[in-house]
């Protein structure tokens, strides 16, 4: 597929200015990636494609729950917690 930098920065320009952090997060990786061997891993790993099992399901559905219903933790509460 031959891409051009011209036709990166026409998408980009269309993305929503609601959505540009997450684009620039995503777009960072590869810059970032290529002097850190497991960013660069992580960048080009292949999509996990695999269906979920049951199990995971409910383990997604029992996390949304909890957020739902406020059963979280701050990350400095969690820190507190582990002695960290």
Known sequence: ???TREEIHRIIDEI?????PIVLRYLKRF???SDDPVQRALANAPVDDEPQTEEEQR???EGKADVRLGRTLSTDTLKRELGL
């Open 1 to 3: 597929m031959n891409v």
């Open 59 to 61: 383990a997604v559905q």
């Open 16 to 20: 929503p200015e609601s959505q540009l």
């Open 31 to 33: 810059t970032d990636a």
